[in-house]
């Protein structure tokens, strides 16, 4: 039996050495001190969208399924020929207005080879080079800012002999991105690989922190993949956190909040760690090849009141739903589109303490949550952050009146909220348990003093 494109965990989470699980995000000294508690942003639930199989033009289920079937002739009966072969940069931006318009943020894959097609940085057979340019500029000025770019490995379907360019000729799960090839690499095997991925969509002007993987990738060899995507990615983009989406969790017994893998360095000017982004849904949009449509209360019902969505927020830990762009086209008919926004809209009318985020400013966020220590002294919340972020927000569970902020000299005096949804960074508010502040955290040593 093959594994399947995705393998979406249900009873198990992530099991690894690697794995970062310290907790650094709380300290509380003598009783007459106060106890300080990082939370979530602005203490607001983060919520993101990841999309995967989306590229320029190309729809990855026409042009991918022939060569699934290839390799389990049984386990891929669609018929391909009935797909279209493009889903057009016009849907691309009417998807993306309407984000805009709702606030909408998350991640956006660009297979840089899609289906051994033809290459985002050079030339597409079957569009003009003008068309794939366009396509380029529209995701690098129109979804760039909302949506972190991903390369899906180099094909999604063939593995890639990354010194010739060309795929391996035999079509077995060992030559397959989806499959075996990758669960017996090395970690710098796979760095290798993720770079020359990397490498295709920066000369293509796309900016990365992170990576996704198709299918099975890495399933079985998750510390080699997390130090993989950490060498990559730092190398070629330079990032500061490194980030990857493999895996998603249904299971409402086990946590879906970010993994940090390969923590080192914290006392030093080079920190480094990558991040586990796990989404928390299935694909119950359109399905990854665009046949099957999917149901609205799966992620939350018409009453608002059940749902994996509700599941999750209700719990305060990331809600990252997951889709395949050539489900949220549906053929031209948009039917998991539409799912979609029915799914916004249940959200807002439920909640109104939701964040959207893209997948690098959760990864980021959870890095300085799960890393930064605190230390109490007279008056004083000393933070020891190795890396920064905006709009991180601690709970102090005393009612503080005077708040400033101290960060290598320059110091802020911070703004008092009416209350928990007027909160802003550089701002404080009080609720039924204490104080909940703030503020873009730095590098370095941040002093909060209350008086």
């Known amino acids: 039996m093959p594994l399947p494109r995705r393998e979406f965990l249900k009873k198990s989470a992530v099991a690894s050495a690697a794995l970062f699980t310290g907790l650094h995000n709380q300290a509380s000294a003598d009783p007459l001190r106060p106890k300080v508690t990082i939370v979530n942003p602005l203490n607001r639930v983060p919520v993101s969208f990841i999309i995967d199989d989306s590229t320029a033009l190309v729809n990855m289920a026409h042009f991918g399924i022939p060569q699934f079937h290839e390799v389990f002739p049984d386990q891929y009966p669609q018929d391909w020929r009935k797909l279209p072969r493009e889903i057009p940069d016009a849907f691309v931006r009417e998807f993306g207005e309407w984000c805009i318009d709702q606030g909408v943020k998350g991640k956006y894959s660009m297979v840089p080879y899609p289906a051994c097609t033809g290459w985002l940085h050079r030339f597409i057979p079957g569009w003009t080079k003008r068309e794939l340019e366009d396509s380029l500029k529209l995701v690098r000025e129109f979804m760039m800012p909302n949506w972190d770019i991903h390369p899906e490995m180099i094909s999604h379907t063939r593995v890639i002999n990354i010194k010739t360019g060309q795929p391996y000729p035999d079509a077995l799960p060992e030559y397959m991105e989806n499959w075996e090839w990758s669960q017996d690499k090395s970690s710098d095997e796979l760095g290798s690989y993720m770079a020359y991925a990397l490498n295709i969509l920066k000369e293509a002007g796309l900016n990365c922190e992170g990576i996704t993987t198709p299918g099975g990738f890495g399933s079985r060899n998750m510390e080699n993949l997390a130090k993989g995507t950490l060498e990559a990615v730092r190398d070629v983009f330079k990032a500061d956190i490194p980030h990857f989406f493999r895996d998603v969790i249904t299971d409402p017994g086990i946590s879906v ?70 489900g949220i086209y549906f053929n031209g008919k948009k039917t998991g589109f ?114």
Request: proline fraction near 4%; include cysteine; charge should be negative.
């Open 257 to 326: 909040e970010p993994q940090l893998f390969h923590v080192s360095g914290l006392d030093t000017t080079d920190p480094r760690c990558s991040v586990h982004i796990i989404g928390c849904t299935d694909d119950w949009f359109g399905g990854w090849d665009g046949i099957s449509p999917g149901n609205p209360d799966l992620f939350i019902t018409e009453d608002l009141q059940k749902g994996r969505l509700v599941d999750v927020i209700d719990k305060g830990e990331p809600a990252i739903l997951v889709c395949h762009w050539p």
């Open 338 to 451: 539409n799912i979609f926004k029915q799914v916004v809209s249940r959200l807002n009318q439920k909640y109104n303490n939701l964040i959207w985020m893209k997948n690098s400013e959760i990864a980021r966020y959870w890095a300085a949550k799960k890393l930064t220590d605190i230390a109490l002294q007279d008056h004083d919340i000393v933070l020891k952050a190795p890396f920064g972020t905006e709009r991180f927000t601690i709970h102090i569970d005393k009612k503080i009146r005077n708040l400033s902020l101290n960060h290598e000299g320059r110091e802020l005096i911070l703004k008092t909220a009416s209350d928990s949804l007027s909160l802003k960074t550089g701002a404080f508010c009080w609720d039924a348990t204490g104080t909940v502040v703030s503020f873009d955290l730095e590098k370095g040593i941040t002093h909060l003093k209350y008086y």
